[in-house]
């Protein structure tokens, strides 16, 4: 009579050893993730801001004669940069709410009566009328009857600058991790490079961090630096001409570059504004024309910018960062761009990759 085989006992011990240590380091990894998940925004700021100021910091390092007075030189300047306008828009807002408050309440605030074409237009034109007509005999019994609708708003409004505020802080709180990640960027180049070729095939790491820091950069230089270029364009049209507000507008161009919207939408408005105050001059013409041609400067510049030193085509990258601001805001950003250009090199690097071939295939 033959003896049966006995089972290794080993196999099922190591099966269950496995789906041991696979549950615990899930759970450290999502014990890790909730400890860091409050810091995650400020930490991926400071990196999208650390790989972008970078290049100004290898510049400046030989003259300032070591990495932490470059890095703290840099941090110092861009916390002023941002701080400046900041000030002067917050200052605008309390100067215009302030002179608003008093209107109404030495009753000073007057509108002038509707014009008689606006009865004529189209669907709206009746209704528009009448509720302009009645503004223009009694605006504080419009204002009255108004307030609980605009009750609502006003709060939403008050929470979105609350929330704008802190934004700014923690901005201001990447800024300065930004400039610790940079007095340390020698050391954290290497750690990305090591990581990088941990995670993907052999000798193609170090392409792979090239192209996230080239994405990041030609994403910063592509869409907020042109969208900064274009607010001071458009800005100085603004200011020269003497447009009320027009600091407040040229914000808005900034705000509608960086969500990549046209600046259209405040640049028309605008010169409808001053064509209808000043009628067709000689300065409104050239005015609306400087203005028109400053709004669309990003249309030019965009192309020359965006996918400039990325190994992706230009569309990539700009898909990335259009999705990525719809999915993720202002983060989303650069890190649509990011993904999306990794994804494109990682699936052209597995197409072009050579299959091994059997010798003896076709053969008889």
Not at 34 to 60: C, D, K, N
Not at 229 to 234: D, I, K, N
Not at 309 to 335: E, H, K, Q, R
Request: net charge neutral.
């Amino acid at each position: 009579m033959s003896e049966r085989p006995a089972l290794d006992p080993l196999l099922p011990r190591t099966l269950l050893d496995t789906l041991i240590r696979a549950g615990l380091i899930t759970a450290l990894v999502v014990a890790c993730y909730e400890v860091f998940q409050p810091f995650l925004s400020l930490m991926i700021w400071a990196l999208i801001l650390a790989v972008t100021l970078y290049p100004l910091h290898l510049r400046l390092r030989p003259h300032l004669g070591g990495d932490g007075r470059t890095a703290s030189l840099i941090v110092l300047l861009a916390i002023g940069i941002l701080l400046v306008p900041a000030y002067l828009l917050g200052a605008s807002l309390t100067e215009s709410v302030e002179h608003g408050i008093g209107l109404v309440k030495q009753d000073g605030l007057h509108l002038p009566p509707p014009p008689d074409t606006v009865a004529q237009w189209p669907l709206i034109g009746q209704p528009l009328h009448a509720f302009w007509a009645e503004a223009a005999s009694n605006l504080t019994n419009v204002l009255q009857q108004a307030a609980p609708h605009l009750k609502g708003a006003t709060l939403e409004l008050l929470g979105k600058l609350a929330g704008a505020g802190a934004g700014l802080l923690v901005f201001i709180g990447a800024l300065v991790v930004a400039g610790i990640i940079m007095a340390h960027g020698d050391n954290g180049h290497g750690s990305a490079r090591r990581v990088a070729a941990r995670v993907v095939a052999r000798g193609h790491g170090e392409k792979l961090v090239e192209l996230c820091t080239a994405t990041i950069r030609a994403v910063a230089q592509g869409v907020i630096g042109i969208a900064f270029v274009q607010m001071l364009l458009v800005g100085a049209g603004f200011v020269v001409k003497g447009v009320p507000g027009a600091g407040l507008l040229a914000l808005g161009v900034l705000i509608l570059g960086i969500m990549q919207l046209p600046a259209t939408l405040v640049t028309l408005p605008v010169i409808a504004y001053v064509f209808f105050n000043e009628g067709p001059t000689l300065g409104a013409i050239v005015f609306a024309v400087y203005i028109f041609v400053a709004g669309l400067a990003d249309n030019v510049l965009k192309p020359l910018l965006l996918g400039r030193g990325v190994d992706v085509p230009m569309p990539v990258v700009l898909i990335g960062a259009l999705g990525g601001m719809v999915s993720g805001g202002i983060i989303g950003l650069f890190i649509g761009p990011v993904l999306l250009a990794v994804g494109y090199k990682l699936f052209w690097l597995w197409v072009e990759q050579q299959q091994p071939t059997d010798s003896t295939e076709g053969q008889p």
